[in-house]
C-alpha cells in the first residue's frame, strides 16, 4: 500500500542509471535518504549518487559495482536478444555479494518465460526471496529526444508503425520511476510482476492528432506493413535481430495485445498516472517542438518512505 513502512537498504545499486528510467528512479532514491550507486559504462556524475562504471559485457566491472550494494534495479542490456546469458550469472554474482532485493525492468509486451528478458523474468523468483518485475508499457518519453519516433517528428512530421488501429497505454517513465522506488524501498517485496500502463489506451493516430494540437505541427501516422517497419528500423540504425523484435510488437499490438490499462500506479504510489494529453504540454509544447527546439523550426519541418540510511546525494 502507498504511504506503507519501508525498510532500509545500506545501498541500492541502479543500472542504467543514466537511462530514460534510472536517471529519474536515482533521483527519487536519493531524495528519499537512499544511498545509490549510479551505474553505467563511463561512470557519469549524478547528483547525490555514488557513479560506479559498470558494462554488462566487462566482468571486470561488476564486483566493484555490487560491493556494498542489498537492493538492485536491473535494466537489461538493450538491444541484445538473449539478455539472459549474461544477465543471469551476473544475478548469481549478486546474490553472492550480499544483494537481497532485485526490481527488473521488463516489458508488458514480454510475458514471464517469453523471448528476451523474460527468460531473465523466469529465473528470477528462484534467485532471490525479495523481487519484482516492473513491465511498463510503451513509453511517452519515445516521443522527445532521440528516439526514432522523435527524430521521425522532427524531419517528417510522421509518425510510422505498423500497429494500425492498436491501441497502446503509455507511460510516463516518471510513473514507473516511482512504482520502481517503492519496489526497492518498501517493507514488504512485491514478489509480482507489476504491469505499468498510464490512465488511458491510445492509437497512434491519436497520438498524433495530440501532438499536433499540442506543438502547433501537423504530425500525421503513417501506416507501414510488418516488413516495411523492419526495414525503416534497420535504416534508422536499429540491429537486424533487434528491429525484427520490435517489428514482431508492433504486430502484436495491432492485433490487441496492448489494449488496456492497469491501475498500478496509482495502487503502488497513491496517486494516478499522469496523461499522455499532459505529458505532451508539458514536455513537449514548453519548449516549442517535440525535440525542444526553437518553436520556429518546427513549422519546418516521489515515493513516500526512505531507506532509513543518511543521504549521500
Known amino acids: ?24 528512479l536515482v533521483a527519487r532514491l536519493t531524495a528519499l535518504g537512499c544511498e545509490v550507486r549510479a551505474a553505467s559504462r563511463r561512470a557519469t556524475p549524478m547528483d547525490g549518487a555514488r ?6 559485457y566487462d566482468p571486470a566491472t561488476h564486483a566493484e559495482a555490487l560491493r556494498g550494494a542489498d537492493g538492485l534495479h536491473l535494466v537489461p542490456p ?23 532485493r532485485v526490481v527488473l525492468l521488463s516489458s508488458s509486451a514480454i510475458d514471464r518465460g517469453g523471448p528476451a528478458v523474460g527468460r531473465v523474468h523466469d529465473a528470477l523468483p528462484g534467485l532471490f526471496d525479495e523481487w519484482a518485475v516492473l513491465r511498463p508499457s510503451w513509453f511517452m518519453q519515445n516521443f522527445g ?24 497505454g503509455f507511460v510516463d517513465a ?4 516511482a512504482v520502481a522506488a517503492h519496489a526497492l524501498t518498501d517493507r514488504s517485496a512485491p514478489c509480482t510482476d ?20 499540442v506543438t502547433g505541427r501537423t504530425v500525421i501516422h503513417r501506416r507501414l506493413g510488418h516488413e516495411q517497419f523492419h526495414d525503416r528500423l534497420t535504416a534508422a540504425g536499429v540491429p537486424g535481430e533487434f528491429a525484427t523484435l520490435l517489428a514482431d510488437l508492433d504486430r ?4 490487441g ?14 496517486r494516478p498516472p499522469r496523461s499522455f494529453l499532459t505529458y505532451a504540454q508539458e514536455e513537449l509544447a514548453q519548449a516549442g517542438a517535440v525535440d525542444g527546439a526553437p518553436a520556429r523550426a518546427r513549422h519546418h519541418g516521489p515515493g513516500t518512505g526512505t531507506c532509513g540510511t543518511p543521504r549521500r546525494r
Request: aromatic content about 4%; proline content about 4%; hydrophobic content about 40%.
Open 257 to 270: 495485445s496492448e489494449d488496456r490499462t492497469t491501475d498500478t500506479v496509482e495502487r503502488v504510489t497513491g
Open 252 to 255: 502484436s499490438v495491432a492485433e
Open 78 to 100: 538493450v538491444g541484445d536478444r538473449d539478455p539472459a546469458a549474461v544477465v543471469l550469472p551476473f544475478l548469481d554474482r549478486a546474490r553472492a555479494a550480499g544483494v537481497r
Open 1 to 24: 500500500m502507498p504511504g506503507s513502512v519501508t525498510r532500509s537498504h545500506a545501498s541500492v545499486l541502479v543500472t542504467g542509471a543514466t537511462g530514460t528510467t534510472g536517471s529519474r
Open 194 to 213: 507489476l504491469v505499468i500502463t498510464g490512465p488511458e489506451a491510445l492509437s497512434y493516430d491519436t497520438v498524433a492528432a495530440v501532438l499536433t494540437r
Open 51 to 56: 557513479p560506479v562504471r559498470f558494462d554488462w
Open 174 to 177: 516518471a510513473d514507473i520511476a
Open 145 to 168: 529526444g532521440d528516439h526514432v519516433h522523435a527524430r521521425s517528428i522532427r524531419e517528417d512530421g510522421v509518425i510510422a508503425t505498423a500497429t494500425g488501429d492498436g491501441r497502446v
